[in-house]
């Protein structure tokens, strides 16, 4: 995936928060907003996995609807 095929969305953190995710993307040698994508990613794989009802984008969501 392309930087063009990525949405950008604006992201309200407590300060708490984003010290914490700051210290662990430095850890992981990520930047925070790579850090954040990566925990994003890592959550719904494992959510599809345990039928969590997330839905594909590529084939819509589940129940055809």
């Given at each position: ?13 407590s300060a ?7 210290a ?5 040698f ?6 954040i ?13 345990t039928?969590g009802g ?12």
């Amino acid at each position: 995936m392309n930087d063009k095929d990525k949405k950008q969305i604006p992201l309200r953190l407590s300060a708490k928060l984003y010290a914490e995710l700051c210290a662990w993307a430095e850890d992981d040698f990520r930047s925070v907003n790579g850090q954040i994508e990566y925990l994003l990613t890592e959550c719904v794989k494992k959510r599809r996995k345990t039928g969590g009802g997330v839905p594909d984008p590529q084939n819509g969501p589940k129940g055809g609807a």
